[in-house]
């Protein structure tokens, strides 16, 4: 299966970094076109929200919250897309990030050569 193609229409992508997979969905960091992509298993497109500046990695906690690095911030969106909570990295450079089940955040940062766990508020 492949699916999609160069593009900003539904469905199309311009350098997607990052995806992730819950349930029977597909999430993409569709990067250049600063959004989030969702597709069924079979690369239906089912429905896109704005991720503000470049989303670069993302994850989609068991009760269905997306949560992505976006520029130097944490941003958490609700199973629809809606903005629910974000939190800035500081001076760092993210790359790379993953979710425990209780909601805390591991936050993978090449440039500084460490990785960083946030509560779930992002304390």
């Given at each position: 299966l492949r699916f999609g193609q160069k593009g900003s229409q539904q469905g199309q992508f311009d350098r997607p970094i990052d995806v992730a997979v819950r349930g029977d969905r597909v999430?993409?960091?569709d990067t250049d076109n600063d959004r989030?992509?969702?597709?069924?298993m079979s690369g239906n497109f089912c429905y896109a929200f704005s991720a503000?500046?470049?989303?670069?990695s993302l994850?989609?906690?068991s009760d269905g919250t997306i949560v992505v690095?976006?520029?130097?911030?944490?941003?958490k969106?609700?199973?629809?897309?809606?903005?629910?909570h974000k939190f800035p990295l500081g001076?760092?450079?993210p790359y790379g990030l993953a979710v425990l089940r209780?909601?805390?955040v591991l936050v993978a940062d090449p440039d500084k050569h460490s990785i960083f766990l946030f509560e779930a508020d992002g304390t």
């Amino acid at each position: 299966l492949r699916f999609g193609q160069k593009g900003s229409q539904q469905g199309q992508f311009d350098r997607p970094i990052d995806v992730a997979v819950r349930g029977d969905r597909v999430y993409v960091a569709d990067t250049d076109n600063d959004r989030i992509q969702v597709f069924d298993m079979s690369g239906n497109f089912c429905y896109a929200f704005s991720a503000t500046t470049e989303p670069w990695s993302l994850a989609v906690q068991s009760d269905g919250t997306i949560v992505v690095i976006s520029a130097d911030e944490v941003i958490k969106f609700s199973p629809t897309g809606e903005l629910m909570h974000k939190f800035p990295l500081g001076e760092s450079d993210p790359y790379g990030l993953a979710v425990l089940r209780d909601g805390r955040v591991l936050v993978a940062d090449p440039d500084k050569h460490s990785i960083f766990l946030f509560e779930a508020d992002g304390t």
